[in-house]
């Protein structure tokens, strides 16, 4: 649990350090039989900074409550 929590953080510190995620897509264009135009268009996809934030907190919240694996067959044992 307590390498998801710390995946959970880096994630959300990522976001927070790029709020722009660009991607490309490609669209058909036109198509005539067996011909076929197509083109490739840019998109940038905008989160806010409060996303990130928000992760960090989950994040943190499953590293402190998070139990290791000798914990969890020390627990069963009981």
């Known amino acids: ?15 927070i350090l790029s709020t722009t995620f660009p991607h490309v897509m ?16 840019e998109y940038t996809e905008n989160w806010q900074l409060y996303a990130g934030i928000g992760m960090i907190v989950v994040g943190g919240i499953v590293l402190v409550l998070g139990v290791n694996r000798k ?8």
């Open 26 to 41: 490609r669209e058909k264009v036109s198509e005539f039989k067996k011909l076929e135009k197509t083109n490739d268009k």
């Open 71 to 78: 914990d969890e067959k020390e627990i069963l044992k009981k």
């Open 1 to 15: 649990m307590k390498r998801i929590g710390m995946i959970i953080i880096i994630v959300g510190l990522f976001t």
